[in-house]
T-cell receptor, first 114, second 112 residues
């Protein structure tokens, strides 16, 4: 499928478990982003990547780990899930992350941590 | 630190009405301003991107304006339809890296 996909779409896990959310884009966009969306906080940036093997922290990076070995994939790992990480997670990509292009969002992953 | 605010948080209008959604930002040193639409349970879809040098952008029934000096943008929707019901978010990148800071959105309901 063309575009940007996320898996799984829904995930229930328990406190302390490791969880990995997957993101895949077919456009070869250089930039990729992970956001979380919560009531009362809106969308907040967790991590972003400007290219393969280049990642940087966003606004709320604590408790998350990312990697980007291939341009098209940008997995997000919760090393030891906590209830406060219950949220909807969105992945996005953009061509240059610069002045003229927008971001394209995936459908989201709804994560519940019990 | 850049902050983005959208008022009102929710809006309900009858079908056919013209309406304006507001977005304000605290730091006028922006590269662009972007408007997105989010349907329930879905991801965000880009609607319009206004460069800092532009005053407005149009796409169909949508018109977005930008006033950097006052730190404001508006999204004008003409002849609203029930299919326009969604949450509308504005966002600005505080630098040229494409990182976006989002407002909390305005949830619009257009009643038939």
């Amino acid at each position: 499928d063309a575009g940007i996909t996320q898996s799984p779409r829904y995930k229930i896990t328990e406190t302390g478990r490791q969880v990995t959310l997957m993101c895949h884009q077919t456009w070869s966009h250089s930039y990729m982003f992970w956001y979380r969306q919560d009531l009362g906080h809106g969308l907040r940036l967790i991590y972003y990547s400007a290219a393969a093997d280049i990642t940087d922290k966003g606004e709320v990076p604590d408790g998350y780990v990312v990697s980007r070995s291939k341009t098209e994939n940008f997995p997000l790992t919760l090393e030891s899930a906590t209830r406060s990480q219950t949220s909807v997670y969105f992945c996005a990509s953009s061509e240059s992350g610069g002045l003229t292009d927008t971001q394209y969002f995936g459908p989201g992953t709804r994560l519940t941590v019990l | 630190k850049q902050e983005v605010t959208q008022i009102p948080a929710a809006l309900s209008v009858p079908e056919g009405e013209n309406l304006v959604l507001n977005c304000s930002f605290t730091d006028s040193a922006i590269y662009n301003l972007q408007w997105f639409r989010q349907d329930p349970g879905k991801g965000l879809t880009s609607l319009l991107l206004i460069q800092s040098s532009q005053r407005e952008q149009t796409s169909g029934r949508l018109n977005a304006s930008l006033d950097k000096s006052s730190g404001r943008s508006t999204l004008y929707i003409a002849a609203s339809q029930p299919g326009d019901s969604a949450t509308y978010l504005c966002a600005v990148p505080p630098s040229n890296t494409g990182k976006l800071i989002f407002g909390q959105g305005t949830t619009l309901q257009v009643k038939p």
